[in-house]
């Protein structure tokens, strides 16, 4: 059974980069698009953008000039950076595996929090 | 692209019924049949409840259904139970080659 386990810096100040790592377990990297999605706290759902196991990335066209999705097949993880945080950015960033049907299948959630 | 439209909360008491709208347009709901459902109980990460419209995952009980017309998508749930109780969110593919999701509904189970 398919398991995301991720991680990350929880707490940011202002300007810095965020940085998160989701893990698979369970199952292979291909014919899958690996997803990011953030929840500011009390809000709705964003999706961040993807990436599949060839490298080949769709981003939100909001957040597109921040955000870089990477892969790591040997590892079997994917990643994501978003550059210039401010306090808008705070949210619970969850990473996911997608077709082009679906979300399926997410990881547990992590918080991160731009403060001064 | 702007999140796909849904009433901020719904309600209705045990074994009731009730219908949760999600309002898109041509470029996503009203063009693709990939519209998907989740719950997520505060706290919890989304859990899928219909995919393709209309679609249940294993184990998703079948008092959870959707279905669409035009640019909105639903998602009906029948003999309301106290489990029940969450968040939904809509999301649908788009033609952008994104996906959106709905503002999100808070289900209270009266």
């Known amino acids: 059974q398919v398991q995301l386990q991720q991680w990350g810096a929880g707490l940011l100040k202002p300007s810095e980069t965020l940085s998160l790592t989701c893990a698979v377990s369970g199952d292979s990297l291909s014919n899958y698009y690996w997803t990011w999605i953030r929840q500011p706290p009390g809000k709705g759902l964003e999706w961040i953008g993807e990436?599949?196991?060839?490298?080949?990335?769709n981003y939100n066209p909001s957040l597109r000039s921040r955000v870089t999705i990477s892969v790591d097949t040997s590892k079997k993880q994917f990643s994501l950076k978003l550059t210039s945080v401010t306090a808008a950015d705070t949210a619970v960033y969850y990473c996911a595996r997608a077709t082009r049907i679906t979300m399926r299948v997410w990881g547990q959630g992590t918080l991160v929090t731009v403060s001064s | 692209q702007s999140a796909l439209t849904q009433p901020p909360s719904v309600s209705g008491s045990p074994g009731q019924s009730v219908t949760i709208s999600c309002t898109g347009t041509s470029s996503d709901i009203g063009n693709y049949n990939r519209v998907s459902w989740y719950q997520q109980p505060p706290g919890t990460a989304p859990k899928l409840m219909i995919y393709?419209?209309?679609n249940r995952p294993s184990g998703v009980p079948d008092r959870f259904s959707g279905s669409k017309s035009g640019n909105t998508a639903s998602l009906a749930i029948s003999g309301l139970q106290a489990e029940d109780e969450a968040d939904y969110y809509c999301?649908?593919?788009?033609?952008?080659?994104?996906?959106?999701f709905g503002g999100g509904t808070k289900l209270t189970v009266l």
């Open positions: 393709e419209v209309s």
């Open positions: 999301s649908s593919y788009t033609s952008n080659i994104t996906w959106v």
């Open positions: 990436i599949n196991q060839s490298g080949s990335t």
